[in-house]
């Protein structure tokens, strides 16, 4: 994790970054207390991940090089409950 918020740079580095890693077909939007932007970069496995608070002000900015962001992975507790209501789906169904 390259965290940008915590490094000192300008503007045009910022435009310049995004100019160099480009823009992936895969954009994440995360709502909650905040916004989590998670976007794919053109180059595989390189994420841009930003946290924005109530105010939609940008409060953490970072780039991930991994498979998926830890972020954008549903918590097992939420897979279980999903697993559990299809089998519940389908057994209504048949």
Avoid: K
């Avoid at 000192?8 to 909650?32: C, F, K, N, Q, Y």
């Amino acid at each position: 994790v390259v965290n940008l918020t915590l490094l000192p740079h300008t503007e045009e580095d910022l435009l310049w970054l995004d100019r160099m890693l480009g823009e992936g077909a895969v954009t994440i939007l995360s709502r909650g207390y905040g916004n989590c932007r998670i976007t794919a970069t053109a180059l595989p496995q390189v994420w841009r991940v930003q946290f924005f608070n109530s105010m939609d002000s940008l409060i953490l900015d970072t780039f991930e090089v991994t498979t998926m962001p830890q972020v954008a992975l549903a918590a097992p507790e939420d897979l279980a409950d999903s697993a559990a209501r299809i089998r519940e789906v389908l057994e209504a169904i048949r």
